[in-house]
């Protein structure tokens, strides 16, 4: 028997996601997110099980996904790196692979 070789999931990916400086730290950001889960869980829209994300390897913009419920996809940095075959000598790497699961997210679908 063959063992499994799923190698990929389906996924929707998040780029350059932003709200205007003026209105950061104020809810916007958690609002969107909430909104985008909804978006992609409820009836199934894309069968996508996952929202990825490249985020800014930055203090505030990773503490607002870690906020938002998104785990890191690697969570070394060096082995990141080493998976993406950038080299250690590259650290620290600009951005972080990051994941949220949409089945984390309970609704009536
Ligand atoms: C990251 C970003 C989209 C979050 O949107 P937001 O409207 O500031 O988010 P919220 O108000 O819901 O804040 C949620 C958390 O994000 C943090 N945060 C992240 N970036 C922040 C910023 N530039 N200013 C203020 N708070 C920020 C907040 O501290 C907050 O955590 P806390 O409640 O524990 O303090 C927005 O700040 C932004 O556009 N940043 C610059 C661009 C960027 O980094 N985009 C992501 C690219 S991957």
Redesign the pocket.
Known sequence: MRDKTLKRFPAVLIG????N?E?????????IMDFIKVLFRTNNRTGCRFLI????N?P??L??YE?NGFCYLIADERLEAKYMGIGVGRLPLNTRLMYFDLLKLKVNS
Do not use: C, W
């Open positions: 350059r996601l932003g709200t400086k209105f950061a730290g104020q809810g916007y950001g958690t609002a994300v490249d985020a800014l930055r505030d913009t503490h607002y906020k």
